[in-house]
């Protein structure tokens, strides 16, 4: 609820976009404009670590209605999760710093939708994450990529993702949700 306000603008501004400009390409980027505001900041007055990953939310709701991806999803009963994300800083964004955050798909694997988002202030990468995500049947289950592809296309032009990443959701993953997780410190 943090930035609902936001979501809201972001996606009424995202169909506005659509309707002028048409859907952006399964593999485009998108962007959106914004601005760190008071709540972003924590004590040392910079954006906060966590709120970050809260924008860059933006950027895929954005990315989701662009894409004409979200009106499937809601229409078929799909959503998506997030299963891991790793964040990058560079460089701090201080009070009423404008931004953009850039999203686009990197790619997928046989169990999940990899993506990329940037915060950029004036061409220039501050922070970057890439996430990867699960899409989910709200009747239960993962939904399989052939149902997913078969109902929006196969996208054309998706970059090979970087080694590194498959390395790291890999070693970042904990068991499946039905296995046992103690949380034992050694």
Do not use: C
Not at 90 to 116: C, N, P, Q, T
Not at 137 to 154: I, M, N
Request: hydrophobic share 45%; proline share 5%.
């Amino acid at each position: 609820m943090n930035v609902i306000w936001r979501t809201l603008l972001v996606m009424l501004g995202a169909r506005r976009r659509v309707r002028r400009e048409g859907r952006l390409p399964p593999t485009g980027i998108g962007r959106v404009r914004l601005t760190t505001l008071p709540t972003d900041l924590d004590i040392l007055m910079h954006m906060n670590n966590g709120r970050y990953l809260s924008l860059f939310d933006l950027g895929r709701w954005d990315l989701l209605v662009r894409t004409g991806l979200f009106d499937v999803m809601k229409q078929r009963g799909w959503y998506a999760v997030v299963s891991s994300e790793t964040v990058t800083f560079r460089k701090s964004l201080e009070l009423w710093k404008r931004f953009d955050v850039e999203s686009r798909m990197i790619g997928h694997d046989d169990k999940a939708v990899y993506l990329e988002h940037r915060a950029v202030v004036d061409g220039e990468v501050y922070a970057r994450v890439i996430v990867r995500a699960r899409m989910m049947k709200r009747s239960g289950g993962t939904l399989p990529h052939d149902e997913l592809f078969a109902a929006v296309g196969y996208p054309d032009g998706i970059p090979e993702i970087d080694p590194w990443v498959h390395d790291w959701a890999a070693a970042s993953a904990l068991p499946p949700s039905r296995a046992e997780a103690p949380s034992v410190w050694s």
